[in-house]
């Protein structure tokens, strides 16, 4: 699995099902997320003994009840993701920890559901210790830590060091036992996700790091957590990590540490992007080419309000196009960009990060063609907006040879929910 992916500028088919069929039946703009390819990421980390789904990559109940099914544990990081785990049938049972809120801070209400479901915390700021433990004396909490470096695909997804918010600084560990003593509170995991991107060199102090932090809480710890951040290829020349050598180091750390402890320490990692991205694809329509100074426009009908991250990233997406009326991988492939609907300048998917405006070399495109942005089921719908008035996509799970509406496409009535004219 080392591999790197090859990826094709054109296609006609997702999951065996012609593009075609799925635009007639569902409209565009369309998320289609193919199950076997979470099934077969599920499958690449199966030497954890936990896999915690970051729900907040894709939050879609269907997908979270079909890793449910798999056995996959999920993460919430607001009141709002408990009450999605719940809605997808993940038991609150205190025993399972099927549920795990991390944050760095309550709000009121994720800390009254936290109490009223005991959903295990995981803390990543010292107050929410004794925020928790006033209202809770006794309760178990599991540690984010903040190593004191960090790693991301962006600045804006490090997750470590001191530009960071997340996570409790590494040296704060004294501050932190106190605090749980205040209360009776037990300390009995740690967690540490350094960020987006993570690659193996960076991961060994990682390790040496949870070793230090966990000698120092002691043999309350049961549980370590390597966090998300495993990285899936966008291009071409960009590879998956070695799992095998990554579960390895994860692992030495947690058999050194079941040594020292003289119990078994249980091992989870908590990915998102890994376990959808690459199982999810946008479809948009082609609504119009154009010729502006030197570069070709293809412009679509889905924008940054249902895709963002390469506006806000500056983040490559692979991008194939579907021929409506002829074959597209028989046509002249040339450079172009391609962008969406809003009245917004960057509302461009090919751009580079700081907003420069970017080529793709593409099968010609002609108005009712699909363009299809690939690699999008992770950071994708869930980061979808209204902006400009824009209805959010549908979404549609691939299972079986079966396409199934796992999300109606929005409706005017959905817009405007709530907005109120005063009289
Ligand atoms: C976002 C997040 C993850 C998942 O990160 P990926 O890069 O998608 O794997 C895991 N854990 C926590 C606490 C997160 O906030």
Known sequence: MISSPTFSTSRNQIAGLPIADLVSRFGTPLYVYDRSIIDLRIADLAAFDVIRFAQKACGNLAILD????????VDAVSAGEIKRAIAAGYSTDPQKHEIVYT?????????????EHSIPVNCGSPDMISQLGERKPGADVTLRINPGFGHGHSQKTNTGGQQSKHGIWHTQIDD?????DQHGVTITGLHMHIGSGTDLEHLGEVCEAMQR?????GRTVKTISAGGGLPVPY????????????FELWDTTRNTLSKEFGHRLSLEIEPGRFLTAESGSLIAEVRSVKQVGENLFVLVDAGFNDLARPVMYGSHHPISVCGKSSD??????????IGGPLCES??????REGGFVDTRKLPMCRVGDYVILENAGAYGFVMASNYNSKMRAAEVLIEDGEAKLIRQRETFED???GEIIPS
């Open 213 to 217: 932090v966990a000698m120092e809480v």
């Open 66 to 73: 079909r890793m449910r099914r798999q056995g996959v544990l």
């Open 415 to 417: 817009l405007v929910r």
């Open 328 to 337: 597209a991988s028989e046509r002249e492939e040339v450079d172009m960009v």
């Open 346 to 351: 960057g509302d461009i998917f090919t751009q």
């Open 176 to 180: 932190c036992l106190r605090r749980a």
């Open 103 to 115: 944050a760095d801070i309550f709000d009121a209400e994720a800390l009254e559901l936290v109490l």
């Open 235 to 246: 291009k071409e020349d960009e590879t998956y990590v070695d799992l095998t050598k990554y």
